[in-house]
């Protein structure tokens, strides 16, 4: 499985960026799939979830109403649109996969940074 996330970038507050996660090596029927964030000095936390066959999702409270998580199913792609950011929401992000029957999340995207200054 290999998990390949990108679309960060830099963006002034009030503004927009979506992140793209394009997962390969096999069908993620059966997989939750989610996006963390880790802020500079502080621990990752997650953002964002979405069950892959159902499309139910969860959301961080402090992303709700901003942040959009979604999947493309032909196109095995994931995505977060997040709106309305905020300075606090600067971190590095990342996608992962957690593999139905399985603990936790085995799989893991390279972070995207995604920046929120004046």
């Known amino acids: 499985v290999q998990l390949q996330a990108y679309g960060g970038g830099s963006v002034q507050p009030g503004g927009s960026l979506r992140l793209s996660c394009a997962a390969s090596g096999r069908t993620f029927s059966g997989y939750v799939m989610g996006w963390f964030r880790q802020p500079p000095g502080k621990e990752r936390e997650i953002v964002a979830r979405?069950?892959?066959?159902?499309?139910?999702?969860y959301y961080a409270d402090s992303v709700k109403g901003r942040f959009t998580i979604s999947r493309d199913n032909a196109k095995n792609t994931v995505y977060l649109q997040m709106n309305s950011l905020r300075p606090e929401d600067t971190a590095v992000y990342y996608c992962?996969?957690?593999?139905?029957?399985?603990?936790?999340?085995?799989?893991w995207g390279q972070g995207t940074l995604v920046t929120v200054s004046q």
């Open positions: 992962a996969a957690d593999p139905p029957g399985r603990i936790g999340y085995e799989y």
């Open positions: 979405i069950t892959w066959s159902a499309g139910s999702t």
